[in-house]
T-cell receptor, first 110, second 112 residues
Framework: EDQVTQSPEALRLQEGESSSLNCSYT??????LFWYRQDPGKGPEFLFT???AGEEKEKERLKATLTKKESFLHITAPKPEDSATYLC???????????FGAGTRLTVKP | EAQVTQNPRYLITVTGKKLTVTCSQN?????MSWYRQDPGLGLRQIYY???????DKGDVPEGYKVSRKEKRNFPLILESPSPNQTSLYFC???????????FGEGSRLTVL
């Protein structure tokens, strides 16, 4: 069965303290891996798609990378406005559904 | 403005009273889906639709029904709600095969 595991569950950082969030996956036939950001009381918002091992995408202070077993979301010099829950999801060639991890709740203190 | 609109946003109901959560998107997306979000479990897919009149089960379809009669609308129907369906529900849409989902604001449902 396809599985997506995110770690840590929660992460508290000081403003400017860089770190990484992890998404490990076990799927057969990965079509794509996706990162979303979710603010409290809101629906998730799309950030990145990664299709193949070695691929990287960047957006402001965020950089997503992909290997054959996991993806990392690197946050460089975070600011309080980066506080949110970050969700990872995978889509496979076997079916059309999207399987999400439980998320990492990031808090950045000023 | 491109958006996915869900209604109602909040609902408290009682066991067995049929309810419908509506979902509408204005982006002409073919793909639409419903998720429920529960603490510690993340987002789990209930049903999805690849196009009009085409629907399929996700991971947790029991107790739910959907229909896709028009491209823009994808209502979620709970024929006989039970307390274990208390959850936060999200509707989403996307262009085909991109995986770039656009989510609604969510509907918080409480079944007493």
């Amino acid at each position: 069965e396809d599985q997506v595991t995110q770690s840590p569950e929660a992460l508290r950082l000081q403003e400017g303290e860089s770190s990484s969030l992890n998404c490990s996956y076990t799927v057969s036939g990965l079509r794509g891996l996706f990162w979303y950001r979710q603010d409290p009381g809101k629906g998730p918002e799309f950030l990145f798609t990664l299709y193949s091992a070695g691929e990287e995408k960047e957006k402001e202070r965020l950089k997503a990378t992909l290997t054959k077993k996991e993806s990392f979301l690197h946050i460089t010099a975070p600011k309080p406005e980066d506080s949110a829950t970050y969700l990872c999801a995978v889509q496979t060639y076997n079916n059309n559904d999207m399987r999400f991890g439980a998320g990492t709740r990031l808090t950045v203190k000023p | 403005e491109a958006q996915v609109t869900q209604n109602p946003r909040y609902l408290i109901t009682v066991t067995g009273k049929k309810l419908t959560v509506t979902c509408s998107q204005n982006m002409n997306h073919e793909y639409m889906s419903w998720y429920r979000q529960d603490p510690g479990l993340g987002l789990r897919q209930i049903y999805y639709s690849m196009n009009v009149e085409v629907t399929d089960k996700g991971d947790v379809p029991e107790g739910y029904k959907v229909s896709r009669k028009e491209k823009r609308n994808f209502p979620l129907i709970l024929e006989s709600p039970s307390p274990n369906q208390t959850s936060l529900y999200f509707c989403a849409s996307s262009p085909p095969y991109t995986g770039e989902l656009f989510f609604g604001e969510g509907s918080r449902l409480t079944v007493l």
